[in-house]
Nanobody
Framework: EVQLVESGGGLVQPGGSLRLSCAAS????????LSWVRQAPGKGPEWVST????????YYFDSVKGRFTVSRDNAKTTLYLQMNSLKPEDTAKYYC???????????????WGQGTQVAVSA
């Protein structure tokens, strides 16, 4: 089955860094773009970053530009998010997501991992 397993979260002080990883399996990883989405307590999900299938194009939400870097290793079927200069407002659970084609419905279906918690606090 499709699996997206995030790791690398933890507690860090403001200004610190973390690198999140998402290990993927169960689908043709190299054929799909992937995104990072985060959700803070009591708030809805917020898109953070997207990378296309071959890693050529990346996109970021304004608040993380210049601080976060998304990358992927298609040979390892792994997605990464390097997070630098972390701020308290970055505190959230971070999810690896992708939309995969469903042959039964003939449309794309969203998949999320279980998430990894990032807490930025002094």
């Amino acid at each position: 089955e499709v699996q997206l397993v995030e790791s690398g979260g933890g507690l860090v002080q403001p200004g610190g860094s973390l690198r999140l990883s998402c290990a993927a399996s169960g689908f043709t990883f190299r054929s799909y773009g992937l995104s990072w989405v985060r959700q803070a307590p009591g708030k809805g999900p917020e898109w953070v970053s997207t990378i296309n299938s071959n890693g050529e194009s990346t996109y970021y939400f304004d608040s993380v530009k210049g601080r976060f870097t998304v990358s992927r290793d298609n040979a390892k079927t792994t997605l990464y998010l390097q997070m630098n200069s972390l701020k308290p407002e970055d505190t959230a659970k971070y999810y690896c997501t992708t939309d995969l084609f469903d042959g039964v419905t003939g449309s794309y279906k969203p998949y999320w991992g279980q998430g990894t918690q990032v807490a930025v606090s002094a």
